[in-house]
């Protein structure tokens, strides 16, 4: 039987490049490549660099085209769109050693310059690309005009962590974010959703077969995300940026209590967007809600 996850992904690139996107794989260093797609190939260069650039970093369960396919067609024409595969995922890879999502940021600051984004970007960031946009906002304010994050905190403490992980019945994030099993992608799709779609066993399966790679390397990135409470700086870190939470209201991962919590530490430049009856996978649970809120934050940003 063929793989219909495989397919799938076959017709969604074919699709993404009708549309004006296409992948390039950027050099970092020696042994460190980051793949993008982007829009920037129209043939009238002088009307793409007007278009701001919008950098959108996908989370766990999925490569970057795979996250944002919802958001592409909805952006494309009115931003120069950045799609970075995060390393181990998709077409990125490195031979260093470093799974810290701050390197994550650093070898997409680098990624993002030798493409030519000199001027200020906004970086939207998902789940663990949330978690990655902090980091770049953070590190490098002269790149990141604004954030919008959904489903992410600035850093997660242990006990953060631990508070998370005994409210959704795990033991640790690989158990959840890595399945070994179709029956694992199925708990993992219920966890990030308000309601699950019904889909046949199959597509759990080939899901599982197609998306879990790198598995030692990806279990390093979540071993790496968690820091000790005494070395967690958190939200007190001024950032210089206006930063945007788009969160689902029934996110069973960080929940509205903890996103409130997060506004009010990050302080008077934070706004708090919702998007009703929608869980963590707000942006494909809910795609035509998630791009509304999206578009209305970034043309507040064009306008100010």
Excluded at 133 to 145: K, T
Excluded at 197 to 207: A, G, S
Excluded at 269 to 296: Q, R, W, Y
């Amino acid at each position: 039987m063929v793989n219909v996850v495989s397919l799938y992904l076959s017709i969604l690139h074919y699709v993404m490049k009708l549309a004006g996107m296409q992948s390039k794989e950027v050099e970092i260093e020696p042994g460190t490549v980051i793949r993008f797609w982007v829009n920037n190939n129209d043939n009238d260069t002088k009307k793409m660099k007007k278009k701001p650039p919008l950098v959108l970093i996908h989370g766990f369960a999925g490569d970057g085209l795979l996250t944002w396919q919802f958001q592409v067609l909805a952006l494309r024409n009115k931003y120069s769109i950045f799609i970075p595969d995060l390393l181990f995922f998709g077409g990125s890879y490195t031979s260093k050693t470093d799974r810290s999502p701050k390197f994550q940021a650093e070898c997409l600051a680098i990624g993002l310059r030798k493409l030519g984004v000199e001027d200020k970007c906004v970086v939207v960031g998902f789940s663990y690309g949330g978690f990655v946009g902090f980091q770049m906002a953070q590190h490098h304010p002269h790149l990141v005009a604004s954030l919008v994050v959904s489903g992410a905190v600035v850093s997660l403490s242990e006990s953060i962590s631990s508070k998370c992980l005994e409210k959704i019945g795990f033991s640790s994030w690989p158990e959840l974010l890595m399945p070994t099993s179709a029956e694992g992608v199925k708990v993992l799709l219920d966890v990030g959703s308000s309601s699950l779609t019904w889909m046949p066993n199959f597509v759990y399966k080939h899901y599982f077969q197609v998306m879990f790679g790198n598995r030692k390397e990806r279990v390093e990135l979540l071993e790496a995300l968690v820091v000790n409470d005494e070395d967690d700086s958190g939200p007190t870190h001024q950032f210089q940026q206006r930063i945007y939470l788009l969160w689902g209201n029934e996110d069973k991962i960080f929940n509205m209590d903890m996103v409130n919590n997060l506004k009010e530490k990050l302080g008077g430049k934070t706004e708090l967007h919702v998007v009703k009856d929608a869980g963590h996978l707000a942006l494909m649970e809910s795609p035509v809600a998630f791009n509304k809120c999206l578009i209305k934050i970034l043309a507040s940003l064009a306008s100010s």
